[in-house]
């Protein structure tokens, strides 16, 4: 385990944004595979292209999405509580919501479903349940984590909200005529 964090913490200094795109694919479609092998087993096997766009997803659009916002974060000009608070606020109220939309949007159309329809459905059962998750894991990300490994430190805490926003989604797509 030793020997992966050297190797991801050199890939990282070398190529910080193929090395966050590439672990954020990597986790998102580790994500789905345990939604649909542990959290909700599909009769009719695993779905190969869902896996794909979660992973397309996550290497595409959160990840880069993502490493900019926490370096932005990071230059916010406010610190200790009142800046821990800041921080986790922004995140909760901008870019949670606006992932969250990006998230179910893509999904829903490279599915060939309606975004608006999975939007209606699944955006709020998603946000609650991100707002009992994530402010905490924010704070511990925030104060103790090195700007450069944050972004490893949602995708990992991640593969277990990646496969509920999987089993969301998927839900959700099953009401669409897809699944």
């Known amino acids: 385990m030793a020997g ?15 090395t966050q795109m590439t672990t954020t694919a990597v986790l998102f479609g580790t994500g789905d595979i345990l939604a649909q092998r542990v ?14 766009r979660m992973a397309t997803y996550g ?7 993502a490493t900019a916002w926490y370096k932005f974060l ?3 000009p406010v610190s200790g509580a009142t800046g821990l608070a800041a921080r986790i606020g922004a995140d ?8 969250l939309c990006a998230f179910l949007s893509f999904m829903a159309a ?10 209606a459905e699944a955006f709020w059962p ?3 349940g991100n707002l009992m998750v994530w402010p905490a894991v924010q704070a511990v990300n925030f104060t103790y984590v090195p700007l450069a490994h944050r972004v490893l430190v949602v995708n990992v805490v991640a593969l277990g ?3 509920y926003l999987a089993v969301i989604n998927g839900r959700s797509g099953k009401g669409a005529g897809k699944g």
């Open 74 to 76: 990071a230059r916010m």
């Open 39 to 52: 959290f909700a087993p599909s009769p009719q096997g695993h779905d190969i292209s869902r896996t794909a």
């Open 126 to 128: 998603a946000y609650k």
């Open 4 to 18: 992966l964090f050297r190797w991801y913490t050199t890939s990282l200094q070398r190529r910080p944004l193929v």
């Open 110 to 119: 490279t599915e060939g479903a309606s975004p608006r329809k999975r939007l």
């Open 59 to 65: 290497g595409l659009i959160f990840g880069p999405a």
């Open 161 to 163: 909200w990646n496969s």
């Open 92 to 99: 909760q109220l901008l870019f949670t919501p606006v992932n």
